[in-house]
């Protein structure tokens, strides 16, 4: 049995990485005025970022159920099952949208997935159902993984300037004014599906090294463990953070990724995250 792994842009894995697990992307979009751009294929997150500093703020939208249909009918020609894993419900319709695609197309048995996160955490979750579509394994199995995956994922964003999340409607204007004034810098987290405040910190630097400690918290208790740096347009910060962190957790596979043109226009340039999982 062939199955095909389908995930969105916004689990943002970098296209060596796509390319080597056979994992098909489905593009949100990112609109500035009248012009539509389907993030990571007409827009990379280095043109986002420079495009913005001269543009009003963008909006970002789902992609068509149309573009759900076309892509399954498509795998459908090769393989017997898709696993389609996308960002969380709770802040997208991108994973209703899956859902009503699988009731469209015959042909292949479609089994979407809600990561419940975004980023890539949630490629995390696109590779590892890729690694044992690869073995062979059913589609139930591999399923079966990813929610026991859920038990052990963390992920904790900074947010470094709050006028994004308050323009783009995710925080009020008093907050956004107070927390510039105080140099607080948010950590947001995902629960029930939605993206809420974890803590509130003072500093960038007081937020990355909460970050670790978090990170120390589940990497002591022993076994392996996969984890990515997400940076919004911040790479040598990241990388620097990467070396240190490998000194640090021999037990822990790290990856750098990025907030790329979707998730970046609700979280804004200089953001950075983690996100990890037990393997």
Not at 83 to 89: E, F, M, T, V
Not at 130 to 136: R, T, V
Request: include cysteine; glycine fraction near 6%.
């Amino acid at each position: 049995m062939r199955t095909a792994v389908v995930t969105d842009s916004t689990a943002y894995i970098p296209e060596e990485l796509r390319e080597k697990w056979d994992i098909h992307m489905i593009p949100l979009n990112v609109i500035f005025g009248d012009e539509s751009y389907r993030e990571e294929i007409d827009m990379t997150a280095e043109a986002f970022y420079e495009e913005v500093k001269h543009k009003e703020l963008p909006t970002t939208s789902q992609p068509a159920i149309g573009e759900f249909v076309k892509l399954y009918e498509k795998l459908a020609e090769e393989c017997d099952a898709v696993i389609s894993i996308h960002l969380s419900s709770g802040i997208s319709g991108t994973y209703q949208g899956a859902v009503t695609a699988d009731e469209m197309v015959e042909g292949i048995e479609t089994y979407p997935f809600d990561s419940e996160i975004s980023c890539m955490v949630q490629g995390f979750y696109a590779l590892e159902a890729a690694e044992m579509a690869k073995q062979g394994q059913a589609p139930e199995v591999i399923i079966s993984r990813l929610n026991e995956m859920k038990q052990s994922v963390r992920a904790y964003f900074m947010v470094d300037d709050l006028s994004h999340l308050q323009r783009g409607g995710r925080l009020s204007s008093a907050q956004a004014i107070i927390g510039s004034l105080l140099q607080v810098k948010p950590l947001l987290h995902f629960v029930d599906k939605l993206i809420v405040p974890f803590e509130k910190v003072r500093t960038r630097k007081k937020a990355m090294n909460r970050i670790v400690e978090l990170l120390d918290e589940d990497a002591s208790k022993g076994g392996e463990y996969r984890a990515a740096i997400i940076h919004a347009n911040r790479e040598e910060e990241a990388l620097e953070w990467k070396s240190e962190l490998e000194a640090q957790f021999p037990n822990v596979e790290f990856y750098i990724s990025y907030f790329g043109a979707v998730i970046g226009t609700h979280l804004g340039e200089g953001s950075m995250g983690m996100g990890w999982y037990k393997k």
